[in-house]
């Protein structure tokens, strides 16, 4: 049987109560191409169910619902299932099960949820804000995985005061921080004003990272290895303005 739901936590729990006798669920977020003859649920979410169902699951471990909202924050295509089999699982065994690593369920669920706690680690480093004429800060970025507002915590304590906004391009989604309060939103373009000063910033930063380059002893694959390529389009010192003598360009923006 495959069963489709939105992606939220409540459908979910929904979900898998619907499914757990059935002996070879399929559970999709997203388009699956069916087979002739194949059954098919639309799972519509009973809130009261999912409640019980999460109450329940935390009797057996009180984290649980910490791994969930991590694994559907995963990119990986087959999450869905992942976290399906991961919960059956606790459900089944009644006690927490992430340490059972002879458990294929257990095995899938922990490497989505190491990929996903690295990449946020990575972006700690990896986020590049844009000074913005508002004084507000900008930073466009295109994770494998949700986690724009998972970000958040990490700037706000080094910036509390300060305005920004972490714009997930590809999920058409921003986490924002107005200085006191922070909130998720939708958003798919943005018309950013930058600052007179950034493009200035921008020129002296990727000066300094020239400088500190040394052409005889490149290590490309190492650098590959440290800050992979797909996180470079966004990072100043990774990316050429159009006209550098003059100090125009920098860093490109989401299109609008």
């Known amino acids: 049987m495959i069963y489709f739901y939105d992606g939220s936590k409540e459908a979910f729990l929904t979900a898998l109560a ?3 006798r059935d ?5 999709t977020s997203g388009n699956k191409q069916l087979v002739l003859g194949q059954q098919t649920v639309f799972v ?3 809130a009261a ?8 699951l935390v009797s057996f471990d009180k984290d649980c619902m910490r791994d969930l909202d991590t694994l559907l924050r995963s990119g990986d295509p087959n999450r869905d299932n992942i976290a399906l089999s991961y919960f059956r699982l606790i459900a089944e065994k009644k006690r927490p099960v992430r340490g059972m690593l002879g458990e294929d369920a257990v095995l899938a669920a922990n490497e989505c949820l190491r990929r996903v706690g690295f990449e946020i680690h990575r972006f700690h480093g990896f986020v590049r804000f844009l000074a913005t004429a508002s004084g507000a800060l900008y930073a466009p970025i295109t994770p494998d995985n949700d986690i724009c507002d998972l970000l958040v915590p990490h700037f706000r304590a080094r910036m509390p005061q300060i305005p920004f906004v972490i714009h997930d391009v590809n999920r058409k989604k921003a986490a924002v921080h107005d200085g006191e309060n922070t909130f998720l939103a ?26 500190v380059n040394i052409p005889s002893r490149e290590r490309l694959k190492q650098m590959r290895g440290y800050m992979p390529v797909r996180y470079w389009k966004f990072m ?7 006209n550098d003598d ?6 490109p923006l989401p299109p609008s």
């Open 49 to 56: 169910r999912a409640k019980r169902i999460e109450e329940r």
């Open 44 to 46: 519509r979410t009973d």
């Open 236 to 242: 100043p010192e990774k990316t050429q303005p159009l």
């Open 23 to 27: 002996s070879e669920p399929y559970l």
């Open 18 to 20: 619907l499914s757990f």
């Open 186 to 211: 939708p958003l798919s373009e943005a018309e950013v004003v930058l600052s007179a000063d950034e493009t200035a910033w921008q020129k002296l930063w990727r000066k300094y990272y020239d400088s």
């Open 246 to 251: 003059e100090g125009d360009g920098g860093a």
